[in-house]
């Protein structure tokens, strides 16, 4: 499903009424910036100051407000024990990811520049690396060393992005 950074957006203006802390990350920004389908759009939702019946009340009130059903992620969050997943009209996928950590500052963690993007009630917020990924046409890996699951995502991105050049992938393709 194609989506704009608008509607990106507006879904975030929507989520920061019920998680004040949180952004939408991973490929969903990036893919709406490149105009390709995105499969899933991961909402990573700051909870350090939520607790647990804070959250599940956000997370109903979330549903309610995009008229959806909720249930356990099939993925689930490394950090926290309730990440679902939810499936809302109008949208692929959502999943809410808690986690204990800004989730403003992780996108300048990323292992690709060009995923190094996030979509905030504000609009887009995105690293050097990735306008500089944009400007050249290019996918970079950012890490100094290869990580298996960014090993992964390289052959997810080659198969999704053909035409663009991969910079600093060699260690991960070995």
């Not at 356990?72 to 926290?80: D, G, M, Y």
């Not at 204990?100 to 190094?116: A, K, L, N, P, T």
């Not at 050097?128 to 090993?151: E, F, G, H």
Request: proline letters at 7%; hydrophobic letters at 40%; aromatic letters at 10%.
């Amino acid at each position: 499903m194609k989506l704009s950074l608008l509607q990106l957006q507006a879904l975030a203006k929507i989520a920061v009424k019920y998680f004040p802390t949180c952004v939408i990350g991973g490929g969903a920004p990036r893919d709406a910036a490149a105009d390709v389908d995105i499969k899933d759009i991961d909402l990573f939702i700051d909870i350090r100051l939520m607790d647990h019946p804070e959250y599940e009340k956000a997370v109903e009130g979330f549903r309610a407000a995009l008229g959806g059903t909720v249930r356990p992620t099939s993925t689930p969050s490394v950090e926290a024990e309730r990440s679902y997943d939810l499936d809302a009209p109008g949208f692929p996928v959502i999943q809410l990811l808690p986690v204990f950590r800004c989730v403003y500052r992780d996108i300048f963690d990323y292992d690709f520049g060009f995923s190094q993007i996030a979509v905030t009630e504000h609009g887009p917020l995105t690293s050097s690396a990735w306008l500089k990924d944009v400007w050249n046409d290019t996918i970079t890996y950012m890490k100094k060393s290869p990580d298996p699951k960014s090993a992964a995502r390289l052959q997810r991105l080659k198969a999704k992005y053909p035409k663009r050049t991969f910079v600093n992938c060699e260690e991960l393709e070995g």
